[in-house]
Nanobody, 117 residues
Framework: QVNIVESGGGLAQPGGSLRLSCSAS????????IGWYRQTPAKQRELVAT?????????GDSVKGRFTISGQNAKTMVTASLQMNDLKLEDTAIYYC?????????WGQGTQVTVSS
């Protein structure tokens, strides 16, 4: 079993910044990906950013150049952070952290990010 804990998010103005954090603990593996998806009522869940155990990163097209993901592997805990800059109204969503290893996906509870003037 993998336990996912998320923090961060909240309210920001357009052009502002927010930071999300996520930690995974429990039955971890040496090869994994960790990152975030986001979802709004009007859209399907979409990839925001992911980082692999080899530190390869990938971003959704809508956030490239504005969001940066980073990660650390402490063997008993894997952590990731998402720095979100130049936020736009359309970044408003629930952001879900996930950890995937050996074909099994584990999800966090989700955290609300609201961008509003």
């Amino acid at each position: 079993q993998v336990n996912i804990v998320e923090s961060g998010g909240g309210l920001a103005q357009p052009g502002g910044s927010l930071r999300l954090s996520c930690s995974a603990s429990g039955n971890l593996y040496s090869i994994y990906n960790i990152g975030w998806y986001r979802q709004t009522p009007a859209k399907q869940r979409e990839l925001v950013a992911t980082i692999s155990s080899a530190n390869f990163t990938s971003y959704g097209d809508s956030v490239k150049g504005r969001f940066t993901i980073s990660g650390q592997n402490a063997k008993t805990m894997v952590t990731a952070s998402l720095q979100m800059n130049d936020l736009k109204l359309e970044d408003t969503a629930i952001y879900y952290c996930y950890y995937i290893a050996r074909g099994t996906n584990h999800w966090g509870q989700g955290t609300q990010v609201t961008v509003s003037s």
